[in-house]
């Protein structure tokens, strides 16, 4: 997905990320919390504002998309007391090169958009402190299988009704081929629509391990579907 591409998700993002990891996120990541935080891919803030009520330190909210900065810079807009401890970057998680190294990396809902691991894992290395943490959320799940499109999620809003429907176009190795309609129904008539086209790639937790193991990071002990990784001092 691009920056561009984002912009037609934004309108659905918040529901149905609030349908799906969000409350469970904000329950298990909490107490991992601790220090200056570097948030990758903060889409429109639903997480990088559980992270600033959790933790006193300075947090860097990473995000490339225009339009999701957009609404996570207007969330941030309503709470005065964060403006001046959360710093929005206009970034991808290639790019991220910060002044100083912070505590502790988290990475939500991001990890099967990147494909080139080698370069993430070392970027990621550089932005933290000798001994400190990546945590992101990982659930080994069989390769998903192409097939008919299914509905993801229906919102009422008001008169309308916001639909996400998915299928998988193919499956290569890890890579995933996936397309997606996001609708906007108004009396069951369908007044807006827009198609996008996405790959992802689902790693094994096998490769992942070896992949950390080989940048320099440690495995420790975290909630079930979070994973946490020490980078060595």
Aim: charge should be negative; glycine fraction near 8%.
């Amino acid at each position: 997905m691009t920056s561009d591409q984002y912009a037609v998700a934004v309108p659905f993002y918040d529901l149905w990320h609030e349908d799906g990891h969000v409350p469970e996120i904000r329950e298990k990541l909490p107490p991992l919390l601790k220090g200056s935080v570097l948030e990758i891919g903060a889409g429109t803030g639903l997480i990088t504002e559980l992270i600033a009520d959790t933790t006193d330190g300075e947090v860097f909210a990473l995000e490339p998309s225009l339009g999701m900065r957009s609404v996570l810079l207007s969330r941030l807009a309503r709470r005065r007391d964060l403006l001046e401890r959360v710093t929005v970057l206009p970034y991808g998680a290639l790019d991220v090169d910060l002044d100083e190294p912070v505590d502790l990396i988290v990475m939500i809902a991001v990890l099967y958009a990147i494909d080139d691991r080698e370069t993430l894992w070392a970027t990621l290395a550089r932005q933290l402190v000798p001994g400190g943490r990546l945590v992101f959320n990982f659930t080994e799940r069989p390769a998903p299988t192409p097939g008919d499109e299914a509905e993801l999620g229906s919102y009422r809003v008001g008169r309308h009704t916001y639909e996400l429907w998915g299928r998988t176009l193919d499956v290569e190795g890890e890579r995933v081929s996936a397309r997606f309609r996001y609708l906007v129904r108004h009396k069951g008539v369908v007044i807006s629509e827009d198609v996008v086209d996405t790959v992802t790639h689902r790693p094994s937790g096998d490769t992942l391990r070896a992949e950390l193991t080989e940048a320099g990071f440690t495995p420790e002990e975290a909630p079930e579907g979070l994973l946490v990784w020490r980078l060595a001092k």
